[in-house]
Each structure stands twice: as C-alpha cells, then as structure tokens.
C-alpha cells in the first residue's frame, strides 16, 4: 500500500515538472506550447547522450541548461514575433515544431529504442517500512519537491518572481506599469524549457527513449493543466500529485477502467469548476 | 529555378523511358502498413528493413521472374483504425499485396477490408489466433507463428518447471490477451497455479503498479507478453523493483534480438519463445545472414526481420508460380502451397492458410561475446503447430 503511495507520488512528480513547465509559459505568453513533449524527448536524448560520456550528474545539469537555451531561443524567434497573431497560429506553430524535433531526434540518434542505466549510486533499493523501494525513485520525488519548493520560493521572493505573477495575471497593465514583459518572458520559458530538459533526464533511467516518447508524458500534462487550472502553480501541484494516485490506484483496483480515469476527472473539473482546481489564479 | 526544375523533369522522363524495356512486365507492388511511430516503432523499422532487403536483393537479380518489386511503407502507428486507413491507401495507389504490419489488432482491422480493396494481407508478426481463425478469407495468410504455435511449444516446457505460482504480465491488445489465455490453459495443464494475471495499456510509462502487484501476489515464475517500448519499460522498471533476481521470467516477444540491444545486462537470463534466430544453421538462412551483414554493417538479423524475409521469400514464390501479381492469382499460388524458405520447405495450410513451422526455445545469454537470444530447444513443424481448431470457416476461391 505504502509502496504503492510512493509509485504514485513518483509518476505525479514527472508529470508536476513537465506540466509547471506548461504552466509557466501559458502563464505568460497565454498559448499552450505543443512543442513541450518533444523539449522533454530532446532532454532525455541530451541527457542520455551527456551521461554516456560525463556521469549522471554532469547529464542532469546539462540537459536543463541546453534545453533552457532552447527555450530561450524559442522565445525570442517562434512565441515573441507571433504574440499578436490568433493564438491558434502559435499553436499550429508549435505543433510543427513538434514534428521537427521528433524527426530531429530521429536523425541525431537513429529510430531505434534507447536506454539510459540507472545511476550506479542509486541502482540499490532502500527499506521502507519493511519494504524495499527503489532508491532511484526516491530521487525522482526529491527532485519533484525540490523543483516544487524552489519555484514557489522564486515566485513569492524574488523580484522577478512577482514581475512573473503580476504578467500572468495581466500582462498588459503589468506592461503598464513599467516591466519590460518581453524580458520576464525570455526567462520564464527559458525556465518552463529547462525543465521539460530537467525531467526528461530524470525519467530516463524509467523509460526507454524513442523520438515519440514526448507525446506519452504531452497528453497526460495537458490534463494536469487543464485540471490544475490554466496557468496556477499551486493548481498544477495539486492536480499532478492527484492524478499520479488516481493512475497508481486506478491500475491496481480498477485495471479497465484505469486508462480513462485522468480523462473523466478533466472532464468533471471542466463541468463543475471550469475554472480548474486552484480557479485559474497564480 | 524553374528551368532547374525542367531539367530535372526531362531527366527523370529520359530516365523512366530508358530503363522501360528493361522491366516490361507489370511491377510487383507491395504496401507495408506498419508503426513507424509509437511504442511499437522500433518492431516497424524492422519489417520496414527486411521488406526493404529482400525487394532489393530480388531486384539485383532482375526482380521476380522480369518484374520489379516496389515498395511503399506508410506508418500505422499500431493502431488498428490507421492501419485500415494507411492500408487502404496503398491498396487504392496498386499497392495490393499488404505486409510487415505489427500489432494483431491491425491484421484483424484489415482482414475483412481485404475484398474491397482487391488486397491481399501476408501477416509476419501479428501473434493473435483470430487471424487465421474466425477472421480467416481467402485473402489472408500467416508467414509466422500465432498464438497457439508459442503454446504449443509453452505447454511442455512450463510442465516441467519448477515454479508453482505464476504471474502473467501481458499489454492489453488482442495479441497481449490470446497469449495470457493461451498461458492459463498451458498452466492448468502443468499444474501450476496463476496468482496474478495483469494486463497494461498499450504504451504505458510507469509499470511501478503493475511490478508491486507481482512482487506482493507470491509469483515464483512470471509470463511476460510485452513488445517494443513497453517491453523495454517494464524489464527496466522490473530490474529496478528487483523482481527480475528474484522472480524467474520468461516471456514472448520480450527479450528479442533488439530489446536486447537496448536493455543490456538486464537482459540476460530471461527465457522465452524464440521465433527466429540468425544463428540457425540451415545453409539458406546463412545465406541470408551473411548477406544481411554485408549491407548492415555487420548487424545481425533480429527475430521480426527474419520472419519479414521469410513473409517476403513466399509472395516471391506465390507470383513465380502464379505468373501474375494480380492479388487472388497470388493468393491461389499461396493457398495450401509449399515454400522454400530460410527455415526450410514449409507449407501454408489450405484450412486456414497458416504455415507449418518449427518453433524454438531458449534464453538470453553471451555468445561470442555478444549477449543475445540462444536456442536450447527445436520443436519441429508438425509438433509445434496443433491441427486447425474448425473456427477458420475457408470461403470458397
């Protein structure tokens, strides 16, 4: 049972980095960036890539760091010249970069099924209560909260943080008053890119890599968005931990059921409270 | 620009009339609808390149008796609905002898399509029984083994292991849940006890769930019938979690030649049906596989690419003997015929169009300093394949 929890807790933390990612630039730039699956693909293919030649670590950091330099050129050259556009033409834009990025990855590192070895140092498993739990997993959730905690912090200290909130929740008169908006957007979707980069990496000792596998995580972030309530930090937390358990749970008790579980929750937050879990505020 | 572009029209023209006379007879088009995309994307590239080889190695010898062999591969992602779809497309562009297609749900999405099409469909991987049974025509042949040949060769063999309780870990598709039925009835005979009998979605990421379900159900053995990304998921996870030490783990289209490739050490020891092998010593497969590694840089054959070629070795045959590539001549050429192939004389069965052959078992381990499949049994053709069970209702040529 305890286990169980922990396996929930350890999918719901992928699925919260990916989709705070989302968040973030929707927050900002108010489009929704179908190129997301494919910044997490390309994460795990550079981190792959990284830590065949540098450690795991060294793979971890560099993957966040290339992917946030991507994003930050995603930025200024797709999502700056085309905010005045229908926001469609963003989204079809995006989509066609996901096509890209899956044929890039597909020519740099072949069609083939890859696989990433799991850190020597954590390759153990650790005693729980009497059962043992895969040490690596821990990590996964340790890097969840960190990333949880850490962007709360920012968001709440720092003055770019609040600069973040107020063009979230208004980006005009935020423009108004004197912040340069194009600047707080380079650097949240530089952000929002490097961690698609981050938990790509750190899910690749999970899954195998194939240039598609974006679309697995892409789908189901998009339901934790849509639950948590567009453009809320604190809603994506909550929706992502929640439909981490619903999926564990749902597998084990309800095994036929279990694949159209996160859907029908999307589509009762989207009937009952449109406004997702957190009402859509930051 | 543009008289670049009439140039390289008045080329490519000149070029067609030139190498008209050389090929007078009507091509042989075959369509392969297969995953290129997907979890099973790695299985699709597969068949795309057995497909590829052989039209290429036919076609250095002046094609198949004076004709040319085309090919056009569209990507069905595995999903029975865009198999039909990419299916149809090519049967409509005079791509009408369909193969190298992955997932059994899309063999069954194309097998009653077949007629109105003018098609044929020469299955090389699809597993589920179905196919040659209650959804087998006229126009539908099996070049690989189903369902009840792996049975076949499971039966014996669980009999004598000495695990008692069993999990059965299987992706919930038509071919995932024949294989869980067929390993119920094989352990009912053995006398072994199924503790755990778990089916995931196609294309799942976290197995976590599914892996405490075996850990906790007792499982002493576990039957894994997973393929492609899922497979390579689940073995990873499982090593995680530990049960792969602890639990004894065989399994179909599992551990293949490729999963191996990607999976590494975890691998090793895991025992299941092996289909084909590039290590078998016929001299017409060596042949094949010395040839294979010429053009692929010294890469063996996998399992699905053998198979694939053997699929593409018997519609060369069938058009020989028909002396058509109209798709029912071929089919007629086909139906109950006997074929020379790389694991020797072969026959389709007019019943239900299936082909005998010998099925083999083994496990992964090193050889040659390489880690891959090794056959320690060979079950021949008429064991390894049970008699027709009546549900194929053949309709009249």
């Known amino acids: ?282 | 620009m543009r008289t670049s572009i009439w140039l390289a029209c008045a080329v490519v023209g000149a070029g067609a009339v030139a190498s008209g006379p050389a090929v007078s007879q009507e091509a042989l088009k075959i369509g392969v609808p297969t995953a290129l995309t997907g979890t099973y994307a790695g299985l699709g590239n597969e068949a795309v390149r057995a497909v590829e080889f052989a039209a290429e190695q036919v076609n250095a010898k002046g094609g198949v008796a004076g004709r040319k062999v085309e090919i056009k591969t569209l990507d069905s992602e595995a999903k029975p609905e865009v198999a039909r779809k990419q299916a149809e497309k090519l049967a409509l562009e005079g791509y009408k002898i369909l193969t190298g297609t992955i997932a059994s749900g899309e063999g069954l999405a194309m097998a009653p399509m077949l007629a109105r099409w003018d098609a044929i469909y020469v299955s090389t991987i699809n597993k589920s029984d179905k196919l040659t049974g209650e959804s087998c025509g006229p126009r539908v042949f099996r070049v690989n083994k189903q369902d009840a040949q792996d049975a076949a060769v499971v039966k014996p063999w669980l009999a004598k292991r000495k695990e008692g309780k069993w999990a059965i870990m299987a992706a919930d598709i038509a071919w995932g849940r024949d294989s869980g039925r067929s390993f119920v009835e094989a352990a009912k005979a053995g006398k072994k006890q199924i503790v755990a009998e778990l089916y995931s979605p196609f294309g799942t990421n976290d197995f976590a769930p599914f892996i405490q379900e075996i850990k906790s159900s007792g499982a002493e053995g576990l039957w894994v019938a997973l393929a492609g990304r899922d497979a390579i998921n689940f073995a990873t996870q499982a090593k995680e979690f530990g049960i792969l030490d602890k639990i004894f783990v065989a399994g179909v289209s599992f551990v293949t030649d490729n999963t191996v490739k990607a999976l590494g050490p975890i691998s090793k020891g895991v025992w299941g049906i092996i289909n084909y092998s590039s290590t078998l010593d016929t001299p017409a497969n060596k042949a094949f596989v010395e040839a294979w590694k010429k053009k692929y840089n010294g890469d063996e054959p996998t399992n699905f690419e053998g198979e694939t070629y053997m699929g593409m070795q018997v519609i060369f045959q069938a058009v020989e003997r028909a002396k058509s590539v109209k798709p029912m001549n071929v089919a007629k050429a086909m139906h109950g015929g006997t074929f020379d192939t790389i694991l020797g004389k072969l026959k389709i069965r007019a019943e239900d169009h299936q082909i005998v052959a010998p099925n083999f078992f083994g496990y992964i381990g090193e050889r040659d300093g390489k880690l891959r499949p090794i056959i320690t049994e060979t079950i021949s053709a008429e064991t390894a394949t049970p008699a027709p069970t009546g549900t194929c209702k053949m309709a009249a040529f």
């Open chain 1, 1 to 282: 049972m305890l286990v169980q929890v922990l396996n929930g807790l350890v999918y719901g933390g992928l699925l919260y980095i990916v989709s705070v990612g989302l968040v973030l630039i929707f927050g900002l730039r108010r489009i929704v960036n179908f190129a997301h699956g494919s910044l997490f693909m390309i994460g795990a293919y550079v981190g792959f890539s990284v830590a065949a030649m540098g450690g795991f670590w060294g793979a971890v950091l560099v993957a966040a760091l290339v992917l946030a330099l991507a994003g930050a050129l995603l930025d200024v050259t797709v999502l700056r010249p085309l905010q005045r556009e229908d926001p469609i033409v963003t989204v079809l834009v995006t989509f066609g970069l996901l096509l890209v990025l899956e044929n890039f990855a597909q020519f740099v590192w072949g069609k083939d099924f890859l696989k990433m070895p799991v850190p020597a140092m954590l390759s153990g498993s650790v005693s729980i209560f009497g059962e043992s739990f895969p040490a690596y997993r821990l990590l996964v959730i340790a890097v969840a909260a960190a990333v949880a905690l850490g962007l709360s912090v920012w968001l709440r200290v720092s003055r770019i943080g609040l600069y973040v909130r107020a063009s979230s929740a208004d980006p005009l008169t935020t423009a108004m008053q004197g912040v340069n908006t194009d600047r707080v957007s380079v650097v949240v979707v530089a952000l929002g890119a490097g961690l698609a980069g981050l938990s790509g990496t750190i899910s690749a000792p999970l899954l195998a890599l194939s240039p598609s596998m974006g679309s697995y995580i892409l789908i189901e972030s998009f339901i934790v968005v849509v639950v948590g309530g567009l453009g809320s930090f604190v809603g994506a937390f909550v929706a992502a931990m929640v439909i981490g358990q619903v999926h564990n749970f749902g597998l084990v008790y309800v095994p036929w059921a279990a694949t159209m579980i996160p859907f029908l929750l999307m589509v009762a937050v989207l009937i009952w409270r449109p406004t997702g879990i957190a009402g859509s505020h930051v």
